[in-house]
């Protein structure tokens, strides 16, 4: 394991802090830890690496602490500043096939069981954080915890091995087109039309995809755009033309 600090230039306005309460209430990702103006986040990288980072932010600029055997490249794309994520698309994966069928506070609390039997424990600032299971350790285990069904885990494992072999990799899923991306990712285990759209939204963080059946969204655009009543599909997609190649942001912006 090395350590190290880096430094990330914002790109226009930003608050530590505001994230740092939206990820808060993130529940699929686990609530990071936060102390003052400190954020605190373990993470497994798409290969499996896993690296732990402290946050501060000075201005337009976020010194970031790492603990990690993965490159710095890899340790600051991770820390990069952009709307709250899951760790790597392969742990949205797991969170599309938890939630299945089952309250997102049941879906939270199997979560942190694979996080607690499962995860790489690393420490960074002072504190003890777990990473989130790598595609490998979950391929191989043979006893999930308690809370997974037996379909449920064969998913998860069909998951990993995916992972494992690359089909899940966070810059891969960015440079598709979002249609041929989402199409791959729905022929995933457990991974349906509404799954693949988690998975590349907020698992890969693309930047351009429109979510038309987001909550919400509708009367978002209606407010925004004085319109009468809240647009169909088809105008909604009109509209959107306008915000590439950052629909994906547009939209995130639209409904906070």
Do not use: C
Not at 73 to 94: I, K, M, N, T, Y
Not at 170 to 180: G, K, Q, S, V
Not at 231 to 250: D, K, M, N, T, Y
Request: no cysteine.
């Amino acid at each position: 394991m090395a350590s190290g600090t880096l430094q990330v230039e914002a790109r226009g306005p930003f608050s530590l802090a505001r994230s740092v309460a939206f990820a808060g209430g993130f529940a699929p990702a686990g609530a990071p830890q936060a102390n003052g103006d400190v954020l605190r986040l373990a993470f497994v990288d798409d290969g499996g690496e896993a690296a732990a980072i402290a946050a501060r932010q000075s201005g337009s600029k976020v010194s970031v602490d790492y603990v990690s055997a993965l490159d710095p490249s890899r340790v600051v794309g991770h820390a990069a500043l952009r709307p709250v994520l899951f760790g790597s698309p392969f742990e949205a994966a797991v969170w599309a096939v938890l939630s299945q069928r089952t309250s997102m506070r049941q879906a939270a609390a199997v979560r942190a069981r694979l996080v607690e039997q499962l995860g790489t424990a690393l420490e960074i600032d002072g504190a003890e954080l777990r990473a989130f299971p790598s595609p490998e350790r979950l391929a191989r285990v043979e006893s999930l915890p308690t809370g997974v069904p037996a379909v449920k885990a064969e998913r998860l494992r069909g998951l990993a091995r995916a992972a494992a072999a690359g089909e899940l990799d966070a810059d891969a899923l960015r440079a598709m087109e979002p249609e041929a991306a989402l199409e791959g990712l729905a022929q995933l285990p457990g991974i349906g039309p509404f799954s693949a759209q988690l998975i590349l939204l907020r698992g890969a963080g693309h930047p351009d995809v429109l979510p038309l059946n987001a909550p919400r969204l509708a009367s978002s655009v209606r407010e925004a755009y004085g319109l009468d009543g809240d647009p169909s599909p088809a105008q909604l997609e009109a509209l959107a033309e306008g915000w590439r190649p950052f629909r994906s942001w547009v939209v995130f912006l639209l409904r906070q």
